[in-house]
């Protein structure tokens, strides 16, 4: 199920969809659906989008939680796969991608609860990463749905090579803040190219605090684009 709250911040919006719906943090995901800055005629307000955890288990699986690769508190001392599902995940990964034609090595990056970081190791990493990433996110797909037939959907598996999530991540940050001083300067809007939930939402909370810029999502289904505006501009 969807469901749609608004409050005067993220965090406050967030707090009463738990609230009402009676669920933990990490048992829905969020989608950020429009900012609006307090002016002098408006309040402001930020309008969420909350999923419950059972409906987007694969596409949260794939988008949130990019940031997690190479964080160095959760690597781990071990790679080498703890147990009969750790082992069977690791080798499904590995001849996928090895009937892709690729070389690779697939181990361990990190364990927490109810999750595990798979990092791929590859001289094709390039092209297992796909423009934007997506082919990545494809893999990591396939990854979860597997998890989930050896009875553990309910661990998220975050798949990643040559640290692309923080990359992704990092790029995105400039990106945001790059557009904003371009409508800043021009006072006009400008439409980013289409993506999924996580990254738009590193878009929104990263624009969240400059007074004179706005962002709201347009468009329909999992890639929506998000438009930077100059306060005041429709």
Same mark, same amino acid.
């Given at each position: ?46 309008k969420i989008r909350v ?43 590995? &001849? /996928?991608?090895? @009937? !892709? ?9 990190? $364990?927490?609860? +109810? &999750? /595990?970081?798979? @990092? !791929? ?9 796909? $423009?934007?990433? +997506? ?100």
């Amino acid at each position: 199920m969807t469901y749609e709250y608004e409050g005067k911040t993220e965090r406050e919006a967030i707090e009463l969809a738990a609230s009402e719906l009676g669920l933990e943090r990490d048992q829905f995901d969020v989608e950020i659906l429009e900012t609006q800055k307090n002016s002098l005629f408006k309040k402001g307000y930020v309008k969420i989008r909350v999923h419950t955890l059972e409906d987007v288990k694969p596409s949260h699986a794939m988008f949130d939680d990019a940031d997690v690769e190479e964080k160095h508190s959760r690597l781990v001392a071990d790679p080498l796969p703890q147990g009969e599902f750790e082992e069977k995940l690791i080798d499904f990964i590995s &001849k /996928i991608v090895e @009937k !892709m034609g690729y070389d690779v090595k697939v181990q361990v990056s990190y $364990r927490e609860d +109810k &999750k /595990i970081g798979i @990092k !791929m190791d590859s001289s094709s990493s390039s092209i297992l990463i796909g $423009r934007k990433g +997506k082919n990545l996110d494809a893999l990591q797909l396939l990854a979860n749905i597997y998890a989930g037939r050896l009875g553990h959907e309910d661990v998220r598996v975050i798949l990643d090579t040559e640290n692309y999530r923080i990359r992704r991540e990092e790029s995105l940050v400039r990106l945001a803040y790059t557009t904003a001083d371009k409508v800043r300067s021009r006072r006009n809007s400008i439409l980013l190219e289409p993506m999924n939930p996580f990254e738009r939402r590193l878009i929104h909370t990263t624009l969240n605090d400059i007074p004179d810029v706005e962002t709201k999502s347009e468009g329909d289904g999992l890639y929506k684009q998000v438009r930077v505006l100059y306060k005041g501009i429709r």
